[in-house]
């Protein structure tokens, strides 16, 4: 191995390792993932965030027309109210979960630019994304259905929520075991289910870390969203939501990649 001469005290050290991006290419500390989260939305935030809304503007136009269409059931029908609630609800719980796929998407398309260094614009993030939405929507959908389907149709059949509380466990357990399911999906251009697979053997052995990395990311979400929209008033009510969904993909997807180069120390980001 090539090594260097160092002043500080003298002596010999291997080189560091290239930092083309946003990390260095090397397996990470959890202070460098969370951090190099920070620094790919410092430097790319506009770009992805512009990307975010531009991708939910269909969305949005979608849940409108569902609304407008639910509107005119509930004028015209005696139970419209209930199929105003029945129709709108789901359409809202599915626009929502179409808005966190579409932030993993970009956040995954983003990986490769940000951790070579290289410019991207939000139209071509969005290009880059949006075949593989549907794949991470199916992979997020699919772990969310893995983790909570079991006490959601425990509760849905009459079980009190106490009975339920022993199902938390396994499903904490499965939700972080499949954490990583929406990146492999638009990373490696897998399918929903073997995104699944993916994200259990790379998670696998390192259970505990990656729960102590997801957490905080999703902490330090929910302190950035809070602190934007108290300095930012009405744009940062905009600003904060779009904060939510993207800082902690950012966080999964240098995860996903620091998992890779642990157990695939061969393969390169590019």
């Not at 809202?92 to 398309?109: D, E, I, Q, R, V």
């Not at 940000?114 to 549907?134: F, H, M, Q």
């Amino acid at each position: 191995m090539a090594q260097h001469w160092t002043h500080r005290g003298g002596g010999w050290l291997p080189p560091q390792s290239p930092r083309p991006g946003v990390i260095p290419l090397r397996p990470l500390g959890p202070r460098e993932i969370l951090g190099g989260a920070l620094t790919t939305l410092g430097r790319y935030g506009g770009r992805l965030i512009g990307a975010l809304l531009l991708g939910q503007l269909a969305g949005l136009l979608v849940l409108a027309a569902v609304a407008g269409a639910a509107t005119l059931a509930s004028l015209t029908r005696t139970a419209g109210s209930r199929a105003f609630v029945y129709t709108l609800v789901p359409a809202t719980a599915l626009f929502l979960l179409f808005a966190w796929a579409l932030a993993t998407a970009l956040a995954t398309a983003l990986l490769r630019p940000a951790v070579l260094g290289r410019p991207v614009t939000a139209l071509g993030l969005l290009r880059a994304a949006a075949p593989r939405i549907p794949a991470v929507f199916g992979a997020r959908l699919l772990a969310l259905m893995a983790a909570a389907g079991p006490a959601a149709a425990a509760l849905a059949v009459g079980l009190p929520p106490l009975a339920v509380l022993p199902l938390a466990p396994v499903a904490l357990w499965l939700g972080v075991l499949f954490a990583l399911a929406p990146t492999a999906a638009g990373y490696e251009v897998l399918g929903p289910v073997a995104a699944l697979r993916r994200s259990a053997r790379l998670v696998r052995g390192a259970w505990w870390r990656t729960l102590g990395i997801t957490v905080p990311a999703g902490a330090l979400a929910l302190g950035a969203a809070y602190a934007v929209q108290s300095w930012f008033g009405v744009l940062g009510s905009l600003l904060a939501p779009a904060l939510l969904l993207t800082l902690p993909q950012l966080g999964a997807g240098l995860l996903y990649m620091d998992r890779l180069l642990r157990r695939e120390p061969g393969v390169t980001p590019g």
